[in-house]
């Protein structure tokens, strides 16, 4: 039974893969041998880095796509990718999701590939400033590929950018304003394939939220089993779609009902609530307040009591607890994505969207 929900969070993800080069035999979806190369314990991506603790069984994702972690289509492909190679890996049991927890992030890292992973590493988000020794040149996109004798190419990562206080600013609007219909459709698929991913994960999960969390960032907390929350005045998290003039999809709804229960969502999400810490704590939205340099302590200690209880009883219950609003949109995945292309298209959404957008820019001026 605990594969059922592994197995249902799972339907769909080809998409995700072949992006990938994954190759499908008999229908289950193998690892390209790209990909065995890499799974090791830490692995950088651009907008995300994950170290597994070997000792522990526990890996911390980090989320560090400037300037405020907000999901775009690429962003949720990388996530997807992780959390798929997490899952597979037998010695992952435990996941610890935040975001890079200082104002200003400076990251250096190395990584092999093989050669057909050149364009995906070509992604890596600018800008770059540092210069590595072991390179004689530095491109303007801040990456470098050296092609070695045996195929094995080496690949330097520099990140040096501002990223605010945020956990996640939740789903990119970008990505829904002023896009082709197909194009919010790809898009809308992500964004069900990373909380099925999540929501469906054998693995415990904890967020680790030090920073702002609204909207999908809430969605990807709430996603988690436990939710460990940074006690700081600025930070809010909640489904606040309303605010912006858009909906939020039956599946947060429900995730968000699971949550906090049926009255507290309802304000909740009819108003599009961001809460404060202690409120959050206060309906159940998060589960714990700790000072801010202890969140990510807190969510390690936390972990290894969750790790205490067997997996497989902890994820039979999990899999009853949740499966029935997985199958809900497993089952609607389609007709999910048709709704959400052609409500974000209306013209009245789109002028909705402007308008927020406009106001996010004037709060900044
Ligand atoms: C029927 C059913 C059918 C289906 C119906 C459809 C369902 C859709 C469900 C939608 C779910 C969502 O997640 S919608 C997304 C909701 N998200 C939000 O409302 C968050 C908005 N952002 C914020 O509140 C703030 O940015 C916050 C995260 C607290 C950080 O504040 P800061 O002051 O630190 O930073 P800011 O200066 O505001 O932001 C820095 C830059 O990032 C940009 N930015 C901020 N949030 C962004 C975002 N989500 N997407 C893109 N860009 C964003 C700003 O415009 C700035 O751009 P520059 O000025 O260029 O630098």
Request: aromatic share 6%.
């Amino acid at each position: 039974m605990a594969n059922v929900l592994r197995n249902s969070a799972k339907f769909g993800f080809s998409g995700v893969l072949s992006q990938l080069s994954i190759h499908s035999r008999h229908g289950r979806e193998c690892v390209s041998p790209c990909f065995s190369l890499q799974q090791r314990n830490n692995s950088t991506s651009p907008k995300i880095k994950v170290d597994l603790d070997n000792s522990t069984g526990v890996a911390v994702l980090r989320m560090q796509s400037p300037p405020v972690n907000s999901l775009s289509l690429d962003f949720l492909t990388e996530f997807c990718i992780n959390l798929e190679k997490l899952e597979m890996d037998k010695s992952c049991r435990g996941l610890i999701i935040t975001s890079v927890s200082t104002h200003t992030h400076t990251h250096t890292d190395t990584d092999t590939v093989t050669q057909s992973h050149k364009t995906m590493i070509h992604t890596i988000t600018p800008p770059v400033c540092v210069v590595s020794q072991t390179l004689s040149k530095v491109s303007s996109t801040g990456l470098d590929i050296i092609t070695l004798p045996v195929c094995v190419c080496v690949c330097v990562c520099l990140v040096s950018q501002t990223l605010s206080k945020v956990f996640s600013a939740g789903l990119d609007i970008m990505e829904m304003y002023g896009k082709s219909p197909e194009r919010c459709g790809e898009f809308w698929k992500a964004v069900q394939e990373m909380w099925l991913k999540l929501y469906g994960s054998n693995m415990a999960t904890i967020a680790a939220i030090n920073g702002s969390s609204p909207a999908g960032g809430c969605l990807m907390s709430i996603g988690c089993d436990y939710r460990i929350m940074a006690d700081n005045p600025r930070y809010s998290i909640g489904l606040n779609e309303t605010q912006l003039g858009i909906v939020a999809p039956f599946w947060f709804k429900d995730t968000l009902v699971n949550t906090v229960g049926n009255r507290a969502a309802e304000l909740s999400l009819e108003l599009g609530l961001l809460y404060s810490a202690p409120d959050a704590l206060k309906i159940g939205l998060v589960d714990q307040l700790v000072p801010e340099d202890q969140v990510l302590s807190t969510a390690q200690d936390t972990m290894s009591k969750w790790l205490a209880v067997p997996d497989h009883a902890r994820q039979i219950t999990k899999s009853m607890m949740r499966k029935q609003t997985i199958d809900k949109l497993l089952s609607n995945r389609e007709a999910d994505i048709t709704n959400f292309v052609s409500f974000i298209t209306k013209d009245s959404i789109q002028r909705s969207l402007r308008m927020y957008l406009e106001m996010l820019k004037s709060r900044k001026a």
